[in-house]
């Protein structure tokens, strides 16, 4: 039986790709989710869904920058289901714009969106876990934490900073049995990734296949942490050097 049978679960941007491919994926581990994101009819459908083959679900319509917001979040969760184990800080902007074209209120969307909300949803899982005797946290950062694409310095500079954000919990988690960890994709075929849509199936990932390996992260003892995955296309010039 996983370790994650029973476990609540908080998942955030979970209204459409890889958050709603993990909702379902816990679901199917015998985990109960909270499902937290802007779009409410989309959660409300995802809610019917995973009721209609036998899940347990609630949706919590929340702006992930939103500090209240946040904290009614966990809170409309510990209400339900009497606790949170897991969070899966997956919410994020994915964007290009050239540091030039780059006005300072989409620079601050894009760090709140993609960091300040990780931070956020931490921060308020944090005494829960606390009291719990446990916790896990697992960001959703990207391939661009480790080799940037061009004229992205807004989401390039917030996956980074997530990187030490996620660093810095694990080190801090440490004596509190809480486990935090990065896993980084490469290109999903995702809503928020114009043109991944367009690409070959056998070289964009599916929000399923990323899901995956963020359940597997979770899916394992309180005393082991998966610190880091990164999932990457083979065909992706991401290796190798001229």
């Not at 969307?109 to 719990?132: M, R």
Request: aromatic letters at 6%; proline letters at 4%.
């Amino acid at each position: 039986m996983s370790i994650l049978n029973n476990r609540v679960v908080v998942v955030t941007g979970a209204s459409s790709g890889i958050g709603k491919a993990c909702a379902i994926g816990f679901v199917a581990k015998g985990a109960r989710v909270v499902l937290a994101a802007r779009r409410t009819e989309r959660l409300a459908d995802l809610v019917a869904e995973i009721e209609a083959n036998g899940g347990e679900a609630l949706a919590v319509a929340t702006d992930v920058t939103d500090e209240a917001a946040v904290a009614n979040l966990f809170a409309e969760a510990v209400a339900r289901f009497g606790t949170v184990d897991v969070l899966i800080n997956n919410a994020g902007i994915a964007e290009n714009t050239p540091v030039d074209q780059t006005s300072l209120d989409h620079w601050n969307q894009v760090i709140g969106t993609n960091l300040t909300s990780a931070f956020l949803c931490a921060k308020h899982a944090w005494p829960i876990f606390k009291a719990g005797g446990h916790g896990r946290i697992v960001n959703v950062g990207s391939i661009s934490a480790k080799v940037p694409r061009s004229e992205c310095p807004s989401y390039t500079a917030s996956k980074f900073g997530l990187s030490g954000l996620t660093h810095a919990l694990a080190l801090d988690g440490r004596d509190h049995n809480i486990a935090v960890s990065i896993f980084h994709p490469g290109i999903v075929a995702t809503e928020i990734m114009p043109g991944s849509v367009k690409l070959p199936e056998n070289f964009a990932a599916t929000p399923e296949e990323a899901a995956g390996i963020i359940i597997h992260m979770c899916d394992m003892p309180d005393h082991l942490n998966f610190y880091e995955a990164l999932m990457v296309q083979n065909k992706l010039p991401f290796l190798g050097r001229g």
